[in-house]
């Protein structure tokens, strides 16, 4: 979800769910982001993982693993491109 304001309209509740998501907190539970759902693609707390990501059909991993993974993705996708030409 992404919405555009200008700071003249912002409102209360627009800066708290801005500091929310600056803090890595789920915005449904109120909770540290602390697990990637490899399957949703998305960074999940752990109520997100017990209550709605626990069927066999996702895979979870820390959060700090799903940035590696996503960070080494990048790595190699740079490469192809720079192996292409592309800059």
């Known amino acids: 979800d ?14 708290q769910d801005y500091a929310r998501r600056a803090t890595n907190v789920c915005n449904q539970h109120n909770s540290e982001l602390r697990f990637y759902c490899e399957q949703c693609v998305v960074c ?3 109520d997100c993982a017990f209550l709605e990501h626990r069927s066999v059909d996702h895979k979870i991993i820390s959060i700090d693993q799903g ?3 996503k960070k080494s993705e990048i790595e190699t996708k ?10």
């Open 2 to 15: 992404h919405h555009v304001k200008e700071i003249k309209n912002f409102e209360s509740s627009d800066v």
């Open 44 to 46: 999940i707390c752990l």
């Open 67 to 69: 940035v590696d993974k």
């Open 78 to 87: 740079i490469r192809e491109a720079e192996k292409n030409g592309y800059r």
